[in-house]
């Protein structure tokens, strides 16, 4: 794979939000220096919607990999995943490693936004712009561009599902490598 940052953020949120899914982390611990620490409070009840987010999550990765290459080994349950997709890709063309790195950089944003962490699509630029000035609108369950100018036609902020903007972030991404050797 061209991008390991890619998976290996994708692995990093994943494993806050297993830990959040079986009550040993809450939402909103993520951030300070609690790591290594016990929790104070009581541990939550498995929270069975993230539990079902992390298998679906799981399944699409593995049902991609797996159409390309029927032959790559048993993939890992938890974060590790993302190892063996990377792992497993290696013989991929261009367009289909394109295709699954956004899905792994994708799914590294939704495990960080169910896990409480809105901060995280600041990182990746706007589609439409190029700006950063990403913001998570969770009504819509879609990153609002916060520049007054990057509008749409009808004159409203424009918006882009999760998926359209790790596949702009990937692409930017690619293109950087393209233009650096
Ligand atoms: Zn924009």
């Not at 960080?112 to 998570?136: M, V």
Request: one cysteine or more; aromatic letters at 6%; proline letters at 4%.
């Amino acid at each position: 794979m061209g991008d390991a940052d890619t998976s290996t953020t994708a692995a990093a949120h994943m494993r806050t939000l297993r830990e959040i899914s079986s009550g040993t982390k809450r939402r909103g611990d993520i951030i300070g220096p609690s790591r290594g620490t016990k929790p104070v409070h009581a541990p939550a009840p498995i929270d069975i919607d993230l539990l079902d987010h992390l298998i679906a999550t799981r399944s699409e990765v593995i049902n991609f990999v797996r159409r390309y290459n029927p032959d790559a080994g048993t993939a890992p349950i938890n974060e590790a995943i993302y190892q063996w997709m990377e792992e497993s890709s290696e013989d991929l063309d261009d367009g289909r490693r394109m295709a699954l790195e956004a899905i792994a950089y994708r799914q590294g944003l939704e495990h960080a936004l169910r896990a409480g962490n809105r901060k995280a699509i600041r990182w990746p630029a706007c589609p439409g712009c190029d700006c950063f000035g990403l913001s998570w609108n969770a009504a819509l369950q879609k990153a609002a561009c916060l520049n007054q100018r990057c509008l749409t036609d009808e004159g409203l902020q424009s918006t882009w599902d999760l998926r359209q903007v790790a596949q702009h972030y990937i692409a930017t991404q690619a293109r950087l490598r393209r233009t650096a050797t």
